[in-house]
Every structure is written in structure tokens, then in C-alpha cells.
């Protein structure tokens, strides 16, 4: 068996894993599609060139606001995995088998679906997803969707070389210290799904908090009752949630954060708004100056704690990315 390295230095034969790191740029004209590594490298330059464009999506996606941007982006890439599919499909069958090919093929395929119907669908979730739980988590459910329609797809791809590397007496061989695209799909699929949890279990509490405080608004402490309960049940199905899932490959700092916000909120429905409820059941009149020293205090605990807890909760969630995703902490 020919062990083959995964680089390629000078004239030595070798094959080529996905683990390309470059825009799409234009392949080498003159190939010897009768030689087994230099068929797989074509077909392998172009699959990892396109992997590389998934991830740069996936991650600004995730961190980029801007509808627009995103829709152009999801648009431009469409473009580039068309003209790569086309480049493969024109690639003639390697000694009458076309197995490796077409498995290729059909993996671009399955991207353009992904980015023609799952991406585009999340991306006009993503506009309504800070009116509710249940938008944010329908918009999440997309997203996670349509990434783990393209880890399939590349498995599948991954798979295929594997078996033409087999078929032709080479083996694939990872260069220590290098981390494939291929590897980079699934490990941004996995932080993003243990940040989507973490996430959920904080909005779905900040929501009902923020019902309460309009309920305060209004002066209506029926409704504040009302979703104060509705909060605190929040609360614990969130840390819950949060408990059961545990640290992430022994970094806990964001999950904690987390559960430092819901702890504050809960410190708040059980003590705090019980007693703003009974203040605004009492005629104006009846108020004393310890039930408005209380009131103000509530008031300035509001305006002071949560801030400082939502600051720490953001910037431990981009620290986070920083430290698990190589680039996952710089917006795009």
C-alpha cells in the first residue's frame, strides 16, 4: 500500500484530505485523469475550497445581523457551488468508474438544496426571531437544519474518497496539528447547538421578565402575578436544562453565566416583584416612605445588576467562540 501524505511537496505522489483553506480560485487546467491521487486531488481541491465558503457562512450567519449581507452572501455562494458542481460533473469517469465522481456531484447537490431552501428559510426566521421564544427557537430549529445537512453531505463525500483511496491502494493520512474543513463543519455545528441551549434557556426567561416589568407599567399586578409565575417556571426548566447539559470540554464560564442570570431572575420573582406587586395594590395614599424606599430600591437593582450580568453573558458567549472555533469570535 501506498502511504501518502497530506501535503504535497515537490514531485512526491500524494493525496489529498479536505483540509483546503483558500477562496475558490481557478484549478490547474492540465490534469492526468489517469492517475489515481491526481484524479482524487481535483475532485478534493474543489470539495475543500467549497467547504471553506460553507464555513465562512455558517459563521457569519451566526454573527452578522444584517439580513441583507447574509441573503447576499447565501446568494453569491449558491453561484460558486453551481460552477464547482459543474467542474465535477464534467470530470470523466476514472477507468470507467465514475462512483467518486458522481458521489461528489450529488454532494453539491445536496449543498445547493441546503443553501436554496434550508439557509433561506433560517435567514427570514432570523428577522422575527427576537419577538418570541417561539421564534427564536423555530429560527434556531432552521439553522440547525439546514448545518447538519451539509455535515451529512460532506460525511457522505468523505466516505466516497475513502473508498476510492481503498480501491486504489492509497491511504489517506492526517498531517499533525491541522484541522480539516471537513472537522470544522462539525465542530461549529456542535458549539453552536450547546450555545443555542444555553441561549434559549436565558431568552425564554428575559421574556417573561420583560412581560412583568410592562405588567408593572401598566399597574396591572393581575397580569404581573400572572407572568411572574409564568417566569419563575422559566426559570427552573431553564436550569434544568442548563444543569443537564454540563461544561463543554472542560470550559464552564458561559454556561455559568447563564445560570447566574437565571438565578438573578428567580431572586426577583420570589422576593422582589411580590413585594412591587403589593405596592401598586395600594392606593397612593396608603403608601409609606419604606414601601417607595423599596419600590426605588427594586427599581435601581433593575437598572444596575442585569446590565452587568448581560454584559459578562455576552462577552463570555464570544470568548467562547474565540476559544472553540478558530476565527469564531470576529463578526463577518
Known sequence: MIKLPLMKYNN?????????????????????????????????????????????????????????DVERSRLRLIG???????????????????????????????????????????????????????????FYNAQDKAEKKLEVASDK???????????????????KGHTGTQNMIQVINKVN???????????????????????????????MESFRKKMLTSVDEGLSKLNALGEFEEDDEFRQSAIALLDFHKKMGNEAYPKLIEFINKKEEDLTQEDVDMYNGVIELLN?????????????????????????????
Do not use: C, W
Open 193 to 223: 447547538g450547546y450555545t443555542r441551549v444555553v441561549f434559549l434557556a436565558y431568552f425564554k426567561v428575559s421574556k417573561d421578565d420583560a412581560a412583568v416589568l410592562d405588567a408593572m407599567e401598566e399597574k396591572n399586578s393581575g397580569k
Open 80 to 138: 460558486m457551488i453551481e460552477h464547482a458542481h459543474g467542474k465535477v460533473k464534467a470530470m470523466p469517469a476514472f477507468k470507467g468508474n465514475s462512483v467518486f465522481r458522481d458521489e461528489a456531484a450529488g454532494v453539491f447537490s445536496i449543498y445547493l438544496d441546503a443553501f436554496n431552501i434550508e439557509f433561506k428559510e433560517a435567514n427570514l426566521l432570523k428577522e422575527q426571531r427576537q419577538e418570541s421564544y417561539e421564534a427564536m427557537e423555530n
Open 12 to 68: 512526491i505522489f500524494t493525496i489529498t484530505l479536505f483540509l483546503t483553506f483558500f477562496i475558490f480560485s481557478r484549478l490547474a487546467v492540465a490534469q492526468d485523469f489517469s492517475n489515481p491521487a491526481e484524479y482524487n486531488d481535483y475532485i478534493v481541491d474543489i470539495q475543500g475550497k467549497v467547504l471553506q465558503m460553507n464555513v465562512n457562512y455558517v459563521m457569519e450567519s451566526v454573527h452578522n445581523e444584517n439580513f441583507d
Open 157 to 175: 463525500l468523505m466516505a466516497a474518497q475513502e473508498q476510492f483511496a481503498k480501491d486504489h491502494n492509497m491511504e489517506i493520512m492526517m498531517s
Open 304 to 332: 444596575s445588576q442585569p446590565p452587568l450580568l448581560l454584559t459578562k453573558f455576552n462577552q463570555l458567549n464570544m470568548e467562547f467562540y474565540k476559544k472553540h472555533i478558530p476565527g469564531g469570535g470576529s463578526k463577518t
